[in-house]
C-alpha cells in the first residue's frame, strides 16, 4: 500500500514510483539469446541477437546502447557500446532493460539497483512542463515495441479521467499501479499496427472507452491479426473530434488510412500542450530530422499533407509511437519546423539528403578518423 501510495505522489507532484514491476533475468544461453558480438567486451550488460531494432533502448539509456552499422557487425541491431558508468546511466540502462520487448537486454550479474529501476514505470515525462504525462514503459512485441504513454487527469467534476495512447505490453503490476491512479477511463490508439495488447487491458478496466478511427479497424484475419471490431468508439470521416475539454483528435492519415493524433491542451498536460502522433511523425533517429517512416507507410504525399495539418493546433511537443520525442521551443517554432518536415518529406520521403543518426553507430568512431585522415 505504501508503494501504491507512491505513485499517486508521482501522479500529483511527478515524484517517483518504486513497486516492483518484474525484472528481465540474465541469460547464459547459446543461440538466439547469446550476446551480440558486437557489444563491448567484459561489460555486465549485454544484448542478445532477439533484438528487432526497435531503437527503445538507444532513446532511453544513449550512454551505453547504439546501434550496429550495415558495413561493421551487421545491421538492424541494438547493442553496448558503453558500460553505464554513473549511477543516473545504470538506472537507464535497467529501464531500457524492463521496458525491451523482446526481453533482449540483460546483465551477466545481478545489478543491485534493477528492481527499483523495474519499478519506476509509469515514468513521468519532463516533471516540470509535462508534469502529469507517464511514459508506461513495457513496449510490446506485438506492436514492433512502440512507445505508449498514461495522462492522469480528471474531469469537470474531479473524478478520474485517464487517459493511455497506444497500447503497452500487458504487465499485470503495472495495471496494479494504473489502478491505484483511478484506473484508465479513455484509450486512444494511433492506427491499426500498435493496437497491441489494448484487448488484455480492456479486459483489466471494463469501463475503459477505447477510441480509434473506423478505417484502420480489422479482425483477426487481418494482419496484425488482432480483433479490433470491438473497439467502442470507432470515429469516421475526416474529423476533429473533441472527445472532452482540452482532448482533441486529428485525423492525419497516411501513414495508415485511420491514422490519427491526440491533442492534449496545457490545462490537461499541468503544462505544455502534447500531440501524440503515433506513426505519423517523429524526430527519427535514423535520418536525424522530423519523419514519418516512409519506408512503412501506404501514402507519403498524403502523409506530408497530414504533417501540415498540424501547423495550427496549439502544442509544443511530440510523443511519438516510434522514433524520438520532441519538444518546439514555441509556436513559431512548431509551424516552421512542420511546414518544413512535410515540405522534405514529400520530395524526399526517404531521407537520402537527411542529416543521419542521432544515436552511436558501430564504427563510426573509425570512419571518422579514416575521414580525417
Known amino acids: 500500500m505504501r508503494r501504491a501510495a507512491a505513485f499517486l505522489a508521482l501522479v500529483g507532484a511527478a515524484a517517483g514510483f518504486r513497486r516492483p514491476l518484474g525484472l528481465r533475468m540474465a541469460s547464459t544461453a547459446t543461440g538466439p539469446r547469446a550476446p551480440h ?22 532513446w532511453m539509456a544513449p550512454a551505453a546502447f547504439g546501434r550496429t552499422s550495415p558495413t561493421v557487425g551487421g545491421a538492424g541491431q541494438s547493442y553496448v557500446y558503453a558500460e553505464p558508468q554513473t549511477p543516473e546511466e545504470k538506472t537507464a540502462a535497467l529501464r531500457a532493460m524492463s521496458a525491451c520487448p523482446t526481453a533482449s537486454i540483460h546483465t551477466r550479474k545481478p ?18 512542463r509535462l508534469p502529469r504525462v507517464f511514459h508506461l514503459g513495457y513496449h510490446s512485441e506485438a506492436s514492433f515495441g512502440a512507445t505508449s504513454y ?24 503495472l495495471a496494479k499501479n494504473l489502478e491505484a491512479a483511478g484506473g484508465v477511463q479513455l484509450m486512444v490508439v494511433s492506427h491499426k499496427d500498435d493496437v497491441a495488447e489494448m484487448n488484455k ?27 479490433m471490431t ?11 473530434w473533441e472527445l472532452a475539454p482540452g482532448v482533441k483528435v486529428v485525423h492525419t492519415p497516411g501513414h495508415s488510412a485511420g491514422s490519427i ?26 535520418l536525424g530530422r522530423l519523419d514519418g517512416f516512409a519506408a ?25 509511437g516510434h522514433g524520438r520525442r520532441l519538444r518546439f521551443e514555441d509556436a513559431a517554432a512548431r509551424e516552421r519546423e512542420l511546414r518544413e518536415a512535410g515540405a522534405a518529406f514529400r520530395t524526399d520521403p526517404r531521407g537520402k539528403s537527411a542529416p543521419g543518426p542521432l544515436f552511436h553507430v558501430l564504427g563510426q568512431e573509425q570512419a571518422n578518423v579514416e575521414a580525417q585522415g
Not at 111 to 128: H, K, Q, T
Not at 151 to 170: L, Q
Not at 204 to 221: I, L, N, S, W
Not at 271 to 278: E, L
Open 37 to 58: 558480438e558486437a557489444n563491448v567486451a567484459n561489460a555486465n550488460f549485454y544484448v542478445d541477437k532477439r533484438c528487432i531494432d526497435c531503437d527503445v533502448c538507444r
Open 111 to 128: 545489478e543491485a539497483a534493477a528492481r527499483d529501476a523495474a519499478g519506476s514505470f509509469p515514468l513521468v515525462v519532463d516533471a516540470a
Open 150 to 173: 498514461f495522462v492522469a487527469t480528471k474531469d469537470a467534476g474531479g473524478d478520474p479521467f485517464n487517459i493511455m495512447f497506444d497500447s503497452p505490453r500487458y504487465v499485470p503490476a
Open 201 to 227: 487491458w480492456k479486459a483489466r478496466f471494463p469501463d475503459m472507452q477505447r477510441v480509434m478511427h473506423a478505417a484502420d479497424v480489422r479482425g483477426e484475419d487481418r494482419w496484425p491479426y488482432i480483433d
Open 230 to 240: 470491438g473497439v467502442e468508439q470507432q470515429l469516421t470521416g475526416d474529423g476533429p
Open 261 to 286: 493524433t491526440l491533442i492534449l491542451s496545457g490545462s490537461v498536460t499541468g503544462g505544455d500542450g502534447v500531440a501524440f502522433t503515433g506513426d505519423h511523425l517523429a524526430l527519427s533517429a535514423r
Open 296 to 320: 512503412y507507410g501506404d501514402d507519403h504525399k498524403l502523409q506530408a499533407d497530414s504533417m501540415e495539418k498540424l501547423v495550427d493546433e496549439d502544442f509544443l511537443w511530440v510523443l511519438p
